[in-house]
């Protein structure tokens, strides 16, 4: 997990109340995890604009708008994120589209199961961690290369 006193947060965007409540209820149950519910892709969106957030679980079909398209906004804003989408309507054209188009993380049908879909978040925050510590040490790296061309640009001064 993202250190010991940071605390993970999901958003979940769904159209249906029910769904919602489920996956909140499961994840209070079982998890730590702050999360945070929205039945509008526009308001979820506008709140991953403003605060960090660990993993976004969208579902597919929405009226606002389609999962793909609000996860594809996600990406652009939080290229980082793992994206997963959650859907009752399983067909492969659309799941291809959907990993195609918007680096999905995970696939998961309707009705999921509860160990499977902790497992997956889980695999998420960690892929996540893992990649922003991956990126710490290029930038690191990149630092002390720099810095070891700047020494070696006033060592050949010196000589010259």
Same mark, same amino acid.
């Given at each position: 997990?993202?250190?010991?006193?940071?605390?993970?947060?999901? $958003?979940?965007?769904? #159209?249906? &109340?029910? $769904?919602?409540?489920?996956?909140? !209820? =499961? =994840?209070?149950?079982?998890?730590?995890?702050?999360?945070?519910?929205?039945?509008?892709?526009?308001?979820?969106?506008?709140?991953?604009?403003?605060? &960090?957030? /660990?993993?976004? %679980? !969208?579902?597919?079909?929405?009226?606002?708008?389609?999962?793909?398209?609000? %996860?594809? @906004?996600?990406?652009?804003?939080?290229?980082?994120?793992?994206?997963?989408? %959650?859907?009752?309507?399983?067909?492969?054209?659309?799941?291809?589209?959907?990993?195609?188009?918007? +680096? =999905?993380? @995970?696939?998961?049908?309707?009705?999921? &199961?509860? &160990? /499977?879909?902790?497992?997956?978040l889980r695999n998420g925050i960690e892929r996540k961690r893992l990649v922003s510590q991956l990126q710490e040490k290029? +930038? @690191?790296?990149?630092?002390?290369?720099?810095?070891? @061309? #700047?020494?070696?640009?006033?060592? =050949?001064?010196?000589?010259?």
């Amino acid at each position: 997990m993202p250190g010991t006193e940071d605390k993970v947060t999901i $958003v979940i965007v769904d #159209d249906e &109340d029910m $769904v919602l409540t489920s996956l909140s !209820s =499961l =994840l209070s149950l079982e998890t730590e995890y702050d999360v945070k519910s929205y039945t509008s892709p526009k308001e979820a969106l506008s709140y991953v604009r403003e605060n &960090d957030v /660990d993993i976004v %679980l !969208s579902d597919y079909l929405m009226p606002e708008m389609d999962g793909i398209s609000f %996860l594809a @906004q996600v990406r652009e804003v939080r290229p980082e994120v793992p994206r997963i989408i %959650l859907t009752g309507y399983a067909d492969k054209e659309n799941a291809i589209k959907a990993i195609n188009e918007v +680096g =999905l993380f @995970q696939y998961i049908e309707k009705p999921w &199961d509860n &160990d /499977d879909l902790l497992i997956i978040l889980r695999n998420g925050i960690e892929r996540k961690r893992l990649v922003s510590q991956l990126q710490e040490k290029i +930038g @690191q790296i990149n630092a002390a290369y720099g810095d070891l @061309q #700047d020494m070696h640009k006033a060592i =050949l001064k010196t000589f010259v």
